[in-house]
């Protein structure tokens, strides 16, 4: 009997592409895709989404009991988050007991989760759109941890605090971390160490 070895992969999804592999819509047409980003296996498919406008680790398997189970687990994602405005120590203590956001036409209080303003600016790639400078006002970077994975979560909670999202790139998922990758690298990952 011949055993299927799955293959996995992370990578720097960057800034305006879809975290899918193709699309039936003719208003996606001109988007971009993962699969501009390499060869990939057949049934390859990303674990989770980033949404278009965000960057960063995005994990890739041909294993869908495993995307299945990163998806429903729990496991923690950290995001870096460069927000419009000084955020405050009571703003973090919010975002860190859950704040409420829309979900799915509904109001949603989020999980509490892990929050910190960053002592400077990470090191990350450039972004291939310019973000707004200094000139337009004051930004803080955060780090934000979160457990689950609503659409666009992050995004709404740092709106819901007065601050809203300028740059979103995802460092971490699990114990895979975005280290110093380059936007659109591809990396073979051995996912064993995940957890």
């Known amino acids: 009997m011949k055993l299927n070895k799955h293959q ?4 720097y999804k960057p ?3 879809l975290s899918q ?11 971009r895709f993962l699969g501009e980003l390499g060869d990939f296996p057949v049934n390859t498919m990303p674990i989770g989404r980033l949404d278009e406008k965000s960057e960063g680790l995005l994990l890739l398997t041909t294993d869908g009991k495993l ?4 998806n429903i687990s729990g496991i923690e994602k950290e995001y ?15 975002l860190q007991d859950g704040v409420e956001i829309g979900f799915d036409g509904k109001k949603y209080l989020t999980k509490s989760c892990k929050v910190f303003k960053l002592d400077s600016a990470p090191i990350l790639p450039e972004r291939s759109k310019k973000i ?13 941890t979160i457990t689950e994975g609503k659409f666009r979560q992050v995004r709404k909670m740092t709106s819901a605090i ?25 990396k073979a990952l ?4 995940l957890i």
Request: hydrophobic residues 40%; charged residues 20%.
């Open 67 to 70: 995307s299945n189970f990163i």
């Open 15 to 17: 800034f305006n592409m």
């Open 132 to 144: 707004r400078d200094a000139r337009h006002g004051p930004t803080s970077w955060v780090s934000i």
């Open 162 to 186: 007065g601050c809203p999202t300028l740059r979103l790139v995802r460092v971490r998922v699990g114990n895979i971390k975005l280290k110093n990758m380059q936007s659109s690298e591809v």
């Open 80 to 94: 870096y988050v460069l927000v419009d405005g000084v955020i405050t120590e009571a703003q973090i203590t919010t």
């Open 190 to 193: 051995d996912i064993a160490n």
């Open 21 to 31: 592999f193709a699309s039936n819509s003719t208003q996606q047409k001109r988007k």
């Open 8 to 11: 996995h992969f992370k990578i």
